[in-house]
């Protein structure tokens, strides 16, 4: 008993080992950086919550916050539901579905930065694509990345098209779990396409699509690959978002790794408080 026990032990101590030295030890000294002064130059020194008053005293805080938000709820209108829709699609092809799964998954596979840099000419106002289309059909050109109206919707874009691959293939497989004696039934009571998805699908999937809105929220709120490379959080603050901000504290402004860790703490609360409605709404789900 005991021989087996170790080797259970032996097994868990590299997972426990990566645990520990990039996911807990970061947050540990994240915690304690945030009541620090230092820019890992000079000697750190003790300042209290005095980096929480620099963050919040920033005229950019209230606008990386609302930025932060509002990318979140046009992310959940896009990268949310149109995953779930792509995959009630394909659950219904009977021709060329493992094709299309591979064509869905693609932007996956590619590197993020890739993913981004692509789409970057895609919004070039010149040549890039999205307006070379636009003027096929006589329609003006935009400005994609340059206007503050059209900025943050194109890094919503970028942001659905390279995780639409992940999210659609958990939604498939959810799907695919439903037993189909209950479309069966529910097609001898008369039920369409539409109320079968209203009344089978959705209450079927229920925990995975709130398990799915957690995990785009999480995600949605820490969104900093896409500003950083298309639009270094302008044109006028329009797409600073609160990562951002912490990378320009820590990077930008003299190395303020204080402040920065700071408004990561601040970050790291609120997805605490998401994370804790969704255990308890999954929770009553499961009662």
């Not at 080992?17 to 915690?31: G, L, N, R």
């Not at 008053?53 to 005229?59: A, G, K, N, Q, S």
């Not at 930065?113 to 000419?121: D, E, N, Q, T």
């Not at 959080?233 to 978002?241: C, I, R, S």
């Amino acid at each position: 008993m005991i021989k087996r026990n170790l080797t259970a032990y032996g097994f868990m101590c590299a997972a426990l080992i990566c645990f520990t030295f990039f996911a807990w030890y970061p947050i540990v000294h994240q915690f304690l950086l945030s009541f620090q002064q230092t820019n890992f130059v000079t000697e750190a020194e003790w300042v209290g919550l005095d980096n929480f008053r620099t963050v919040i005293e920033d005229p950019a805080f209230g606008t990386a916050w609302l930025n932060t938000l509002a990318f979140t709820g046009l992310a959940l209108l896009c990268g949310y539901v149109v995953p779930f829709v792509v995959a009630l699609v394909l659950n219904e092809l009977r021709h060329c579905r493992a094709y299309l799964r591979f064509v869905v998954y693609l932007p996956v596979m590619l590197p993020p930065i890739v993913g981004v840099l692509l789409f970057r000419w895609f919004y070039d106002p010149g040549p890039g694509l999205f307006n070379q289309i636009l003027d096929l059909f006589g329609i003006p050109g935009l400005a994609w990345l340059d206007s503050t109206s059209t900025a943050l919707i194109s890094l919503v874009i970028v942001s659905t098209w390279m995780n639409l691959g992940s999210a659609t293939l958990i939604y498939l497989a959810a799907l695919q779990n439903i037993p189909s004696d209950l479309y069966e039934a529910a097609e001898l009571d008369g039920a369409g396409l539409f109320r079968r998805i209203r009344f089978v699908t959705i209450p079927q999937t229920r925990l995975i699509l709130l398990l799915m809105l957690m995990l785009q929220i999480v995600a949605t709120m820490q969104v900093f690959l896409e500003p950083f490379l298309l639009t270094g959080g302008g044109p006028e603050n329009a797409t600073v978002t609160v990562a951002y901000l912490m990378y320009q504290y820590a990077f930008v402004y003299g190395g303020n790794f204080g402040a920065g860790g700071a408004l990561g703490m601040m970050l790291m609360f609120v997805l605490l408080a998401f994370a804790a409605v969704q255990l308890r709404l999954t929770r009553e789900e499961k009662m």
